[in-house]
């Protein structure tokens, strides 16, 4: 098979997969956190939209209200300017393929929405996951690149896990052997 063949393959699995266990973290909270202080929940909130919808201001799905949330953006783009420092294009690049709805947690008390989305005919290697603390807007993230992880915005221990738990989806024990 060509490259770009499996690359494609890669991007549906990871988006295939994303949205099947995304749901199923509250089952997992058991083992990411054993004093169970991880609390899956529901909600309607504007959060629950795609990452790119949240931070393109421009961005309107038709007969879709905007989601645009300038809190949100610009706690992503604080998140990631060390990356764009490096490279001008990272926020287009990790931005370019398929992300997830938001789903929420509760964490310790503190409710969070998590999102993840990766690059475009890369998403095997090259992914983002972020957390973000509803109400004063704390972001942090992983981000799997070239089969290294880079934590961002300084994670608590717990808040590792939940990114560990949810990100370990978009790929397979032993990619990077």
């Known amino acids: 098979m060509n490259k770009l063949l499996i690359n494609r393959l890669f991007t549906i699995a990871f988006v295939f997969l994303a949205c099947l266990y995304l749901p199923q973290i509250s089952l997992a909270a058991d083992i990411v956190s054993p004093a169970k202080r991880i609390v899956f929940i529901n909600s309607e909130d ?15 799905f038709p007969g879709k209200v905007k989601q645009f949330d300038r809190n949100y953006k610009r706690s992503f783009y604080a998140l990631v300017s060390p990356l764009v420092a490096n490279e001008k294009k990272f926020i287009n690049k990790i931005t370019s393929g398929p992300s997830t709805k938001g789903k929420f947690f509760v964490v310790d008390g503190k409710q969070y929405v998590v999102h993840m989305t990766c690059q475009a005919n890369d998403c ?16 942090v993230g992983q981000l799997w690149e070239k089969c290294k992880t880079t934590l961002l915005g300084g994670p608590s221990a717990q808040e590792v896990s939940v990114l560990k738990e949810v990100q370990h989806v978009s790929r397979e024990d032993g990619d990077c052997e």
Do not use: P
Not at 46 to 60: A, P, T, V
Not at 125 to 136: E, F, K, Q, S, W
């Open 46 to 60: 504007h959060y629950g939209s795609y990452m790119y919808e949240l931070i393109d201001q421009d961005y309107k």
């Open 124 to 139: 095997a290697y090259t992914n983002l996951a972020v957390m973000y603390r509803i109400g004063d807007g704390r972001m």
